[in-house]
């Protein structure tokens, strides 16, 4: 019975609230768990690592899960998500070793269309580059839409061994979404 009240209460979704971020050209609006923070500068810089700041990055207090919303580098002309679709599928199965997809699909999300991919992900370190051949597991859940001929990636990942904790919020949080 214990076993069950102690499962109960690791599984259920957090309390979210609304966050809203204005960048220069858009207005974002969603929700986040409660104890989530803003990454400071070094975080963003050690787990985004890319040449553009993001519009939005939080991590869980224990810096093991984190959301972000970003411009991606490419411009995408038109709105044809069908084609973002595929441009990001094979994006996704060249960045991990292997990738074990969940769901994916094109989904309106607050009067926009959003090509959505959940999957978990295993990077292994064949070559020991880093100086171990461990393999990382993360659970992923990642939109991306376009708005004005930009690409706009909403990215929720974790430890995969949090999937099952983190799971529905992560839909909660990604189905939150608005751009204005």
């Given at each position: 019975?214990?076993?069950l009240?102690f499962?109960s209460?690791?599984l259920?979704?957090?309390?979210?609230?609304?966050?809203k971020?204005?960048d220069a050209e858009?207005?974002?609006?969603?929700?986040?768990?409660e104890?989530?923070?803003a990454?400071?500068e070094a975080?963003?810089?050690q787990?985004?690592?890319s040449y553009?700041?993001s519009?939005?990055?939080?991590?869980s207090y224990?810096?093991?899960?984190?959301?972000?919303?970003?411009?991606?580098?490419?411009?995408?002309?038109?709105?044809?998500?069908?084609l973002l679709?595929q441009?990001y599928?094979?994006s996704?199965?060249?960045?991990?070793?292997?990738v074990?997809?969940?769901?994916?699909?094109?989904?309106?999300?607050?009067?926009?269309?959003?090509?959505?991919f959940?999957?978990?992900?295993?990077?292994s370190?064949e070559?020991?580059?880093?100086?171990?051949?461990?393999?990382?597991?993360?659970?992923?859940?990642?939109?991306?839409?376009?708005?004005?001929d930009?690409?706009?990636?909403?990215n929720?990942?974790?430890?995969?061994y949090?999937k099952?904790?983190?799971?529905?919020?992560?839909?909660?949080?990604m189905n939150?979404i608005s751009i204005k």
């Open positions: 019975m214990l076993i009240i499962l209460l690791f259920q979704s957090e309390k979210l609230v609304k966050q971020i204005q858009n207005t974002f609006t969603f929700s986040i768990p104890d989530f923070i990454m400071s975080d963003r810089q787990k985004l690592q553009r700041k519009v939005a990055a939080y991590s224990d810096r093991q899960t984190d959301f972000g919303v970003n411009r991606a580098f490419s411009r995408f002309p038109g709105n044809d998500i069908e679709s441009f599928k094979s996704i199965y060249n960045l991990y070793t292997k074990e997809m969940i769901n994916e699909e094109i989904k309106e999300i607050n009067g926009r269309k959003f090509a959505v959940e999957f978990n992900s295993y990077v370190d070559e020991k580059t880093f100086g171990s051949a461990e393999v990382i597991a993360k659970y992923v859940y990642v939109q991306y839409t376009v708005v004005d930009n690409t706009i990636v909403c929720f990942q974790c430890p995969l949090f099952d904790k983190w799971q529905e919020t992560a839909s909660e949080m939150s």
